[in-house]
């Protein structure tokens, strides 16, 4: 995928991307429990499928908040789900660390770091169980904040194919997520496509679809 053929898709799909773009800055705007609940839905997502995480987190609803490991284990093998014992841990886990380190306060624990974009990313990467440096900056993303790279497989394919990247490989490390972020970043400004933007046009390109 070459740059006249992101900017061609950007053309075509800018009012589905201002739209959902508008959406995720509303989920921010939500409150607290709508962020955790985009939180959850990245740690269903991770290995997964986006259609998989969002069929999960509306099977789960409030249990999210409420249920115990084991009602939430049910409740997504019920759904079909595939790693439902793994994940309803992540998820019971995830919400004792947001009780812990913020009274399940997000917004304002959000509020606190979001100057620095890094230690924002840090907070969630370290403290949400089954969310590492991708699904964090998805999770950042998908509340609002635009300027992290989400590399899954959809996104360091096109940019490999772009010649972005020099291989097809997913970044094996923090150091790596870094050196191959800033390439993004830098490509996202040679060719004045926003970074998030710009990921859901790659991520759309292999999937036909722009979700999130």
């Keep these: 995928m070459n740059k006249e053929d992101i900017i061609s898709m950007q053309e075509k799909q800018r009012e589905i991307l201002s739209k959902r773009l508008s959406e995720f800055e509303q989920t921010y705007q939500k409150g607290n429990r709508e962020i955790f609940r985009e939180l959850c839905f990245c740690i269903l997502t991770a290995n997964a499928s986006a259609r998989g ?30 790693f439902w ?36 990313r840090a907070f969630f990467a370290e403290n949400a169980k089954g969310i590492g440096m991708k699904e964090a900056s998805h999770f950042l993303r998908n509340i609002g904040f635009k300027n992290y790279a989400i590399l899954d497989k959809h996104i360091v394919n096109c940019l490999y194919e772009a010649k972005v990247f020099e291989n097809n490989e997913k970044p094996k490390n923090k150091k790596q997520y870094f050196e191959m972020e800033t390439k993004m970043k830098d490509y996202s400004k040679k060719i004045n496509v926003p970074m998030a933007e710009l990921d859901l046009i790659l991520w759309s390109s292999k999937t036909d679809e722009i979700l999130k």
């Design 53 to 82: 995480g969002m069929k999960a987190i509306d099977a789960l609803g409030d249990l999210l908040f409420t249920g115990s490991e084991k009602q939430i284990s049910n409740a997504l093998k019920k759904c079909g789900y595939r």
């Design 85 to 120: 014992r793994k994940r309803a841990n992540y998820i019971v886990e995830t919400r004792k660390a947001m009780k812990n380190k913020c009274g399940m306060k997000l917004k304002a624990e959000i509020e606190k770091r979001k100057e620095n974009t890094e230690k924002l």
